[in-house]
């Protein structure tokens, strides 16, 4: 009956906050992060490949403005699983800031490393130009590079970290000033935003190779640039739009301009145009289907010669190679015979058109992953184009560039988080509720709860929950303190411990409705409760034990059945009868006042043989509560802001926009 009513007051809490942001996870243990909820279908879950999903989402792409800055942790770096459960929120280690292609990287080593493009900051906010960064498997930041210094920021593209981990290769957008001649104005000059990449060593970001779109790609490639547009000031016409970069094992460079519609081959050796594969009359190859607006492009596989590429074709109605519905389209391309034939094609699954960005990834198993972008709208699809999957935010006004999908170990070096509270109408009716969660940790099969009776107390394991979200809830009967909670595995091996927590009780028991002692219940013995706890679990799974009815019969009748409260597993649900004999709650009522008689006990011992200790153990936690305190009131200002989103505008050149601004 507590219980209801506990539960019954934190919905209620929660109402007001559900209406305007019922499309955020919110937790106990981490109040700063709003993680993103999914809305999840799976039409074929058999075939799906295992792993989690790696997405960043973002509301717009430049850094807020400092005055008007959200506080909302649900940008970044996000890990959730196959049911969109969270596993890691990356926000509260990346300040909240913009990424931009995370994604798991499993071509360094044995282990899933993680990686993305860190966004430039404001000044006021640092004036960083942004990095790509690399995590290991305890999310702890293992490489950081940056572009040449010439550039404005960190290009949010592409940050595609070779085999073997040694050097990665990005886009890059360069400010260039360029003579019409071109467009048969030769006296004239136009800011121009040129394309190109960088291959960047992984250890000392030195540039190891370069190339860019001025002198290889004419203004008259351009499908956003025509002959007669009037010169543009810095930063200028962004003229090609670099969206992608590869490099295969033959050390030839693959590149994709979404404004000429066209996939280039770039020599590794000499920096030429070795083909170009489009859609439209200046190809060089015989193709037989339409492409443009492509994204993602990389190598599936190559010799050299002969390549199977992927991309995300999202149909654009342009020169008249019209499509009704986006695509991730797998192309073998023969450079020899100058043949390109789709292999495979996987239209999206809701047949809408994906206006921007987007991926394609081939799983381990041949699965296709495709990220539609908009909305995280995401889909997984068996080798014969098969929808097994398909899932996207409950939330409108977020995206992510990219999404992928691996298998994942991690292990982060941060403790669990643990909050406890304890609610209570009398001495011998107060309740305990502990809220645990990990973040990042994967593989937690279930939690084993521990209490202390005083501070330099015994650990007395009071209780295991089963893991199935990424927070766990477990309710246990009594005042229970001290309380740290050990993450298991599923074979009952500890990973990892919280550290010691005290439970938050009310500042005034009198004020909530606490009808006992004027001071307010005083912590439980854990070890009593535990024992008669077990007592309990015996009898409730054994069949009524006579004997057991025996010990208590003479006590029966001064029980009261209605404070039947037993520990209560909220993840399995309560495996002890609440209809049971009343018989162990008298047992129980005992034990509680043994335990406070032991409390009070070592109360007296302390409070005279260890004053200054106590004093100063009152001052440090004293401090700590003040602190905790601040910080509550610090994050309770951080209330949730509306996202401006900036549907109206074309999201890729909003970073070019703000370049004006140098
Ligand atoms: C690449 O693969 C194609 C087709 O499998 C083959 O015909 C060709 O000889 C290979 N080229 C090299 C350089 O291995
Ligand atoms: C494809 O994407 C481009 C760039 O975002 C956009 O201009 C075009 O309209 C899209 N195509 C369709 C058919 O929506
Ligand atoms: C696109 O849809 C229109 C109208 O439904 C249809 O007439 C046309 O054939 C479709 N085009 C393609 C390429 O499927």
Wanted: charged share 25%; with cysteine.
């Amino acid at each position: 009956m507590l219980f209801s009513a506990v539960l019954l007051l934190c919905s209620l809490h929660n109402v007001d906050a559900q209406r305007k942001d019922a499309d955020l996870m919110s937790f106990v243990t981490l109040p700063e992060v709003r993680a993103l909820k999914w809305e999840v279908d799976y039409l074929d879950r058999e075939r799906v490949a295992p792993g989690y999903w790696f997405v960043a989402p973002y509301g717009q792409i430049s850094p807020d403005d400092p005055t008007q800055k959200y506080q909302q942790y649900q940008v970044g770096p996000y890990i959730y699983d196959g049911d969109g459960k969270l596993v890691w929120a990356g926000s509260l280690q990346y300040n909240n800031e913009n990424v931009f292609d995370f994604r798991p990287v499993t071509n360094i080593d044995d282990e899933v490393e993680l990686s993305f493009i860190l966004n430039w900051q404001l000044e006021e906010e640092g004036g960083s130009k942004g990095s790509g960064v690399v995590l290991d498997k305890n999310y702890k930041q293992i490489r950081q590079v940056f572009q040449p210094a010439d550039l404005h920021d960190f290009n949010m593209h592409e940050f595609n970290i070779l085999p073997g981990g040694k050097s990665a290769v990005a886009c890059t957008y360069l400010s260039q000033l360029v003579n019409l001649a071109q467009f048969g104005r030769p006296t004239e000059e136009s800011w121009v935003v040129t394309g190109g990449f960088v291959e960047l060593d992984m250890e000392t970001s030195e540039v190891l190779s370069q190339w860019n779109s001025k002198d290889a790609i004419a203004l008259t490639e351009s499908n956003m640039f025509h002959s007669w547009d009037a010169p543009w000031d810095k930063p200028g016409w962004d003229y090609v739009h670099i969206n992608a970069v590869d490099k295969n094992e033959a050390g030839d460079f693959i590149i994709s301009l979404r404004f000429t519609n066209t996939i280039y081959g770039i020599s590794g050796e000499t920096g030429e145009i070795m083909w170009r594969l489009t859609s439209g009359p200046t190809g060089d190859f015989d193709i037989d289907f339409t492409f443009s607006k492509q994204h993602d492009v990389k190598f599936v596989s190559s010799n050299g010669t002969h390549h199977v590429i992927s991309m995300l074709n999202n149909g654009s109605d342009e020169r008249g190679n019209d499509e009704n519905v986006s695509s991730v389209l797998f192309i073998e391309m023969d450079t020899v015979a100058m043949t390109a034939r789709v292999i495979n094609r996987i239209n999206r699954p809701d047949s809408s058109l994906t206006r921007l960005r987007g991926s394609a990834e081939t799983l381990p198993n041949g699965n296709i992953f495709a990220g539609w972008s908009e909305r995280g709208y995401q889909s997984e699809h068996a080798p014969n184009g098969d929808t097994l999957m398909t899932a996207r935010f409950a939330s409108t006004r977020y995206s992510t560039y990219r999404a992928y999908k691996s298998e994942f170990i991690g292990r982060p070096t941060n403790p669990p988080d643990v909050v406890a509270s304890v609610y209570g109408t009398n001495d011998d009716d107060t309740t305990t509720i502990i809220h645990v969660s990990w973040n990042g940790a994967t593989d937690v099969a279930g939690w084993n709860f521990y209490a202390k009776a005083y501070d330099r107390g015994e650990s007395v394991l009071i209780g295991h929950a089963r893991k199935s979200d990424f927070e766990t809830m477990y309710i246990v009967d009594g005042y229970m303190d001290w309380i740290t909670a050990e993450a298991v595995d599923a074979e009952g091996k500890s990973m990892s411990k919280s550290r010691v927590q005290r439970s938050e009780i009310p500042s005034n028991w009198e004020s909530v409705g606490f009808k006992g002692t004027a001071a307010g219940p005083s912590p439980d013995d854990p070890s009593i409760i535990n024992q008669v706890k077990e007592g309990t679990g015996k009898e409730d799974t054994s069949e009524k034990a006579s004997a057991d009815k025996e010990v208590v019969a003479d006590k029966e009748k001064e029980t009261s059945a209605d404070e039947a409260d037993s520990p209560m597993d909220m993840d399995m649900g309560s495996d002890s009868d609440s209809d049971s004999d009343s018989a162990p709650h008298q047992s129980y009522a005992d034990a509680k006042e043994v335990a406070k008689a032991v409390y009070r006990a070592y109360e007296v011992i302390r409070a005279v043989g260890g004053m200054l200790i106590f004093i100063l153990l009152g001052c440090s936690i004293g401090g700590i509560l003040f602190g905790s305190w601040r910080l509550i009131q610090k994050r309770r200002r951080r209330s949730y802001h509306h996202v401006p989103s900036e549907e109206g505008l074309p999201v890729e050149e909003i970073h070019l926009r703000s370049q004006t601004h140098d």
